[in-house]
């Protein structure tokens, strides 16, 4: 058992990059051979052209018009099985697969197709199967169902924060469901230390998020009190971002350009806007040239830690608040709709740390690395069956 898929891959943007080579990397260390089902695969191949890569089964023309109002959902299902069960392809060729971790598992997304062919992997091809260190959304009711149906029978889910773990739970009773954190914790190098950088340079992710009731507006204004602090304070400041710098892909440099003509920042001389596209390598080569992260994009405040560099999260899904709990850095926390006025504090004390404060949050940031990797072992050792 020593070939490995991880599915549904996203890599172009850095935030599941971190996830995905996360998980690779462990892997790679056992020897494994891995394998990635991915989106936009002639475009990834460029980015990262040491890695075998297939075509996603899902998001082609042919998926989008039967998923679309889920009216022929039950077609691209038998194409599906045919194409898996009865045809040559990466899913039997591979031992083991595994969902890619990241927070697909909402309805916004859709879950129905991704779910199904994992069922299929494991009832029918009969394969090691499970999904590694996803946060789980709030699922309507058809998608609650769609869950349990074809989760149960996977050899584990592991979810990345408590909140995720209790609406698993709650949507059926799964026996095969651990409770982790975020897969990027396994990219760390333990040498790890806090940078001894005094640039005066912060870098600051923001994006586009109008779901769940969330107002740009709001986020705009608590924004401009951050942008305002910082000047204030004499940093330079850098909007750069997980995604950003490709073609017909989120751009968020598109939504820092937005907010600096909103707000008559654009004509400053210590703002600009990072619109280059970098891999996750050298986006990690670049966080460690700022004294602090202000991200939108959790992986962005994640690749931060990992690399030394302290980060403040501005949370647009639990994902973010959750994180930031189990780092015990809820007071580098805020939620994306929070009242503008109850930042400046926050923000205050966050640039004021010392480097023994540093220190002491990257030791956690360590120790989280440290459990992750134990249970990726365990999962390891147990052959990719079910751990509870």
């Known amino acids: 058992m020593r070939n490995v898929l991880i599915d549904n891959c996203v890599p172009l943007n850095n935030g599941d990059a971190a996830l995905i080579f996360g998980l690779y990397k462990q892997l790679k260390e056992r020897k494994f051979d891995v394998e990635f089902s991915c989106l936009k695969k002639e475009e990834v191949e460029k980015v990262y052209p040491d890695y075998?890569?297939?075509?996603?089964?899902?998001?082609?023309?042919?998926?989008?018009?039967?998923?679309?109002?889920?009216?022929?959902?039950?077609?691209?299902?038998?194409?599906?099985?045919?194409?898996?069960v009865l045809f040559n392809n990466e899913y039997k060729n591979n031992d083991v697969i595994i969902s890619a971790p990241g927070g697909y598992i909402h309805s916004y997304y859709g879950i129905e197709a991704r779910m199904y062919i994992l069922y299929l992997c494991k009832k029918w091809l009969h394969k090691q199967v499970g999904i590694y260190s996803q946060s789980i959304g709030h699922l309507n009711k058809r998608d609650?169902?769609?869950?349990?149906?074809?989760?149960?029978?996977?050899?584990?889910?592991f979810v990345r924060d408590e909140v995720s773990y209790k609406r698993a739970k709650s949507?059926?009773?799964?026996?095969?469901?651990?409770?982790?954190?975020?897969?990027?914790?396994?990219?760390?190098?333990?040498?790890?230390?806090?940078?001894?950088?005094?640039?005066?340079?912060?870098?600051?992710?923001?994006?586009?998020?109008?779901?769940?009731?969330?107002?740009?507006?709001?986020?705009?204004?608590?924004?401009?009190?951050?942008?305002?602090?910082?000047?204030?304070?004499?940093?330079?400041?850098?909007?750069?971002?997980?995604?950003?710098?490709?073609?017909?892909?989120?751009?968020?440099?598109?939504?820092a350009d937005d907010f600096l003509k909103k707000y008559n920042y654009k004509q400053n001389k210590n703002i600009k806007i990072d619109k280059n596209y970098y891999d996750l390598e050298a986006l990690q080569t670049e966080i460690c040239s700022f004294d602090f992260v202000i991200g939108t994009r959790l992986h962005m405040c994640l690749l931060a830690l990992i690399n030394g560099v302290p980060a403040f999260n501005i949370s647009y899904e639990e994902k973010g608040a959750a994180s930031f709990k189990y780092l015990g850095m809820e007071n580098f926390t805020v939620d994306f709709n929070a009242n503008p006025e109850d930042i400046t504090k926050k923000i205050q004390t966050f640039l004021a740390m010392d480097l023994t404060e540093k220190e002491k949050i990257l030791e956690k940031v360590k120790e989280i690395s440290t459990e992750q990797?134990?249970?990726?072992?365990?999962?390891?050792?147990?052959?990719?069956?079910?751990i509870i």
């Open 52 to 84: 075998k890569w297939h075509s996603s089964h899902i998001n082609t023309f042919f998926y989008k018009i039967c998923f679309k109002k889920n009216l022929l959902v039950f077609l691209w299902k038998f194409f599906i099985f045919i194409k898996l």
């Open 144 to 157: 609650q169902k769609i869950f349990y149906k074809y989760g149960k029978y996977l050899n584990f889910i």
């Open 171 to 255: 949507y059926g009773n799964l026996n095969n469901i651990r409770l982790t954190k975020d897969a990027a914790f396994l990219l760390l190098d333990q040498n790890l230390q806090a940078k001894k950088v005094n640039n005066k340079k912060v870098a600051l992710s923001v994006r586009t998020w109008k779901h769940e009731g969330r107002s740009m507006q709001t986020y705009y204004h608590l924004l401009h009190k951050i942008v305002e602090n910082l000047l204030k304070n004499g940093y330079e400041i850098t909007f750069l971002s997980t995604c950003q710098g490709l073609n017909g892909y989120t751009d968020d440099s598109e939504t």
């Open 373 to 386: 990797k134990h249970i990726f072992y365990d999962l390891y050792s147990s052959n990719f069956e079910r």
